[in-house]
Nanobody, 124 residues
Framework: QVQLVESGGGLVQAGGSLRLSCAAS????????MGWFRQAPGKEREVVAT????????YYADSVKGRFTISRDNAKNAVYLQMNTLKPEDTAVYYC?????????????????WGQGTQVTVSS
């Protein structure tokens, strides 16, 4: 089992940047695929970006391609989300999650471990 704690959220103006961090504890971090998800009020949780266990492959939702970058540091048991050129529509609670799935791009339901979330608010 792995425990996840997100940090780095906050209030930022449109066009600004934030870097989210997710610290993991528990079982060997490198055995988990990791992902960032977000949920805005009244909307379903959606994938933002995911990365494989080694970090060698990444996936981005179309809405964040070219603006967000996911990375992980297995030596530090951490995964990050660098968010640039933020837009008001990026406002949401952001969650990191871990999966033991060996599929290249697991679905949301395959992520068994979730952090508590961190609020990101982008003002116009």
């Amino acid at each position: 089992q792995v425990q996840l704690v997100e940090s780095g959220g906050g209030l930022v103006q449109a066009g600004g940047s934030l870097r989210l961090s997710c610290a993991a504890s528990g079982r060997t971090f490198s055995t988990y695929g990791m992902g960032w998800f977000r949920q805005a009020p009244g909307k379903e949780r959606e994938v933002v970006a995911t990365t494989t266990r080694s970090g060698g492959a990444v996936y981005y939702a179309d809405s964040v391609k070219g603006r967000f970058t996911i990375s992980r540091d297995n030596a530090k048991n951490a995964v990050y989300l660098q968010m640039n050129t933020l837009k008001p529509e990026d406002t949401a609670v952001y969650y990191c999650a871990a999966t033991v799935s060996l599929r290249l791009w697991p679905g949301v339901g395959e992520y068994a471990y979730w952090g508590q979330g961190t609020q990101v608010t982008v003002s116009s």
